[in-house]
């Protein structure tokens, strides 16, 4: 069992920057595939980025390549997501899963994920 708490969320300028946390309980932390998803007011929820249990691969979905970056603390249970540029279209509430997939193609399924955190609303204004 794996229980992920994300913090760091809030209200942000465009152009801005925040760092998203997602603390997880449980010994088996560094064997799961961690993902950061987001969800808009009216849409689906859409996959951000991942990060390998090594942190040796990374996978982001276009729309934020080159603005965020995430990454793990396995010492400390804890995976970030540094997000920088933030535009008015990254509004949504921001959530964290976990994942023993390790293939890109179900890593991108929220579907694939087998624990989520209660979410992080971050809102960026024009």
Do not use: H
């Amino acid at each position: 069992q794996v229980q992920l708490v994300e913090s760091g969320g809030g209200l942000v300028q465009a152009g801005g920057s925040l760092r998203l946390s997602c603390a997880a309980s449980g010994r088996t932390f560094s064997t799961y595939t961690m993902g950061w998803f987001r969800q808009a007011p009216g849409k689906e929820r859409e996959f951000v980025s991942a990060i390998s249990w090594s942190g040796g691969n990374t996978y982001y979905a276009d729309s934020v390549k080159g603005r965020f970056t995430i990454s793990r603390d396995n010492a400390k249970n804890t995976v970030y997501l540094q997000m920088n540029s933030l535009k008015p279209e990254d509004t949504a509430n921001y959530f964290c899963g976990a994942t023993t997939r390790n293939i890109y193609y179900y890593i991108k399924r929220g579907a694939s994920y087998d624990y989520w955190g209660q979410g992080a609303q971050v809102t960026v204004s024009s």
